[in-house]
């Protein structure tokens, strides 16, 4: 794990990480977008103490966060965060020392509010040369649309304002016109 947990914080009736990320691990295959077959309502997850191991080691960016209070739990405020400690290849050459990113995942239409707490996260992490990631949640089998912001708003991240906001909204619509992509076969 490349960043501690947040002492004291439990993810509570949240079930979003056994929604919405694809598991490839042989033991418990499931696409993105998919329930888990071992999630069952009112219970959780029915094999949380034998769990495989991919489910074991994983917690989403909202337990990794200390900045972010309650509100954030992706049940709470429909953003699933995600720490990637392994960012994908075609975001390494604009941050190749960068030893993870962070995506945020919409997982409906947010209110405005909500939008701009996420810029300002956003604009933090961005300031910060981290990686950050903003997607929307694809439908059933597929793994979405995705963009980085790095590139076009760290000139603006530092100061958060107009600049950096008009450029977050720019790219709110450019993932809202973008088609998901298929997941591949598990």
């Known amino acids: 794990m490349i960043l501690p947990l947040v002492e004291g914080r439990k993810c509570g009736p949240c079930n979003v ?11 418990l295959k499931k696409a993105p977008g ?5 999630w069952q309502a009112g ?11 991919s489910c074991r080691g994983h917690y989403c960016g909202w337990r990794h966060l200390p900045q972010l209070d309650d509100s ?21 050459h604009v941050l190749p020392d960068a030893p993870y990113a962070f995506r945020f995942t919409m997982l409906t239409e947010l209110p405005s509010e909500w939008l701009g707490k996420l810029a300002t996260v956003a604009a933090s992490l961005i300031a910060a040369d981290v990686p950050v990631i903003l997607a929307l949640a694809p439908p059933p089998e597929h793994l979405g649309s995705h963009i980085l912001l790095n590139p076009p708003l760290k ?7 107009m600049p950096f906001l008009e450029g977050f909204v720019k790219a709110l619509q450019t993932l809202a016109i973008t ?3 298929k997941a591949p076969p598990l």
């Open 17 to 27: 990480c056994c929604v919405l990320p694809p598991i490839v691990d042989p033991e």
């Open 34 to 38: 998919v329930v888990c077959h071992n």
């Open 43 to 53: 219970g959780g997850c029915r094999i949380y103490a034998t769990r495989s191991q």
């Open 72 to 92: 954030w739990r992706p049940d709470a405020c429909n953003i699933y965060i995600e720490l990637k400690d392994d960012p994908p290849e075609h975001f390494r």
């Open 155 to 161: 000139p603006h991240a530092a100061a958060f304002g």
């Open 179 to 181: 088609p998901p992509e």
